[in-house]
């Protein structure tokens, strides 16, 4: 993977950001979407921003939606090896309003699986209860489309801003190729549960022309990618 470059101050910024969303708390929430390709460390990020509010003294509860099943149970696992406990957002729109006003953020991560009525309810928490919600997700699917979760937070968030991930060439990629031992692949579900199928983020002139690089080896790839799991 050659998609690392520029991450670390990404991550910086990233951070010195959500120390003013912190600090600001007192004035209005907004609905945070924050998308980007896989491999660009929302995950990372998402459990970065829930220890700052811990270190400050403060509390966010991390979600995801029960859809995805990739991490097993209850947990937000990133791929450099941090991991936080967290509920389904079909657990949090459950909870009463004092359940949830005892929180300082909320911060859903693999925000693309969420439904209309969950992002309606994460609308209902910024401007009702005022309690800030930050949104991890990946914008469109293998093919382009875009997600059901992403398309709501789009049209509704207050904040739209992109994780940064390259492709091979240095280009953005916004981009989910997905791909198995045979190449790329190009139909299917959008979602393919317990898939043994692949994905890395490309630029989308690549993802069109089905370009994964001159050294991306399918088979080999594909395995590597299988053992991390
Ligand atoms: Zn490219």
Same mark, same amino acid.
């Given at each position: 993977?050659?998609?690392? $470059?520029?991450?670390?101050?990404?991550?910086?910024? #990233? =951070?010195?950001?959500?120390? #003013?969303?912190?600090?600001?708390?007192?004035?209005?929430?907004?609905?945070?979407?924050?998308y980007?390709a896989m491999?660009?460390?929302?995950?990372?990020?998402?459990?970065?921003? +829930?220890?700052?509010?811990?270190?400050? *003294?403060?509390?966010?509860?991390?979600?995801?939606?029960?859809?995805?099943?990739?991490?097993?149970?209850?947990?937000?696992?990133?791929?450099?090896?941090?991991?936080?406990?967290? $509920?389904?957002?079909?657990? =949090?729109?459950? =909870?009463?309003?004092?359940?949830?006003?005892?929180?300082?953020?909320? $911060?859903?991560? %693999?925000?693309q699986f969420?439904?209309?009525?969950?992002? +309606?309810?994460?609308?209902?928490?910024?401007?009702? =209860?005022?309690?800030?919600?930050?949104?991890?997700g990946l914008r469109a699917d293998f093919q382009n489309n875009l997600f059901p979760g992403s398309l709501?937070?789009l049209?509704?968030?207050?904040?739209? %801003?992109?994780?940064?991930?390259?492709?091979?060439?240095?280009?953005?990629a916004r981009c989910n190729a997905r791909f198995n031992?045979?190449g790329i692949i190009r139909e299917g579900a959008q979602v393919v549960? *317990?898939g043994?199928d692949s994905y890395v983020a490309v630029c989308r002139k690549h993802l069109r022309e089905g370009n994964l690089?001159?050294?991306?080896?399918? +088979?080999?790839?594909?395995?590597?990618?299988?053992?991390?799991?």
């Open positions: 993977m050659k998609s690392n $470059i520029g991450r670390d101050s990404y991550i910086c910024y #990233n =951070l010195k950001r959500d120390y #003013n969303i912190c600090k600001r708390e007192e004035k209005m929430a907004k609905l945070y979407f924050r980007g491999g660009s460390s929302k995950s990372a990020n998402a459990l970065m921003v +829930e220890y700052n509010y811990r270190e400050r *003294g403060k509390h966010a509860l991390l979600a995801k939606p029960c859809a995805d099943k990739r991490d097993g149970e209850r947990v937000i696992k990133s791929r450099i090896g941090l991991q936080h406990s967290c $509920i389904w957002t079909e657990e =949090l729109v459950e =909870l009463s309003d004092e359940e949830v006003q005892q929180y300082d953020c909320i $911060i859903i991560d %693999e925000a969420c439904t209309k009525e969950q992002i +309606e309810y994460f609308v209902h928490l910024v401007d009702e =209860l005022n309690i800030p919600v930050i949104c991890y709501w937070l049209a509704w968030a207050d904040v739209i %801003e992109e994780v940064k991930t390259v492709c091979w060439c240095g280009r953005a031992e045979h549960l *317990g043994n690089g001159p050294d991306f080896r399918f +088979e080999q790839d594909a395995e590597e990618k299988d053992s991390v799991k």
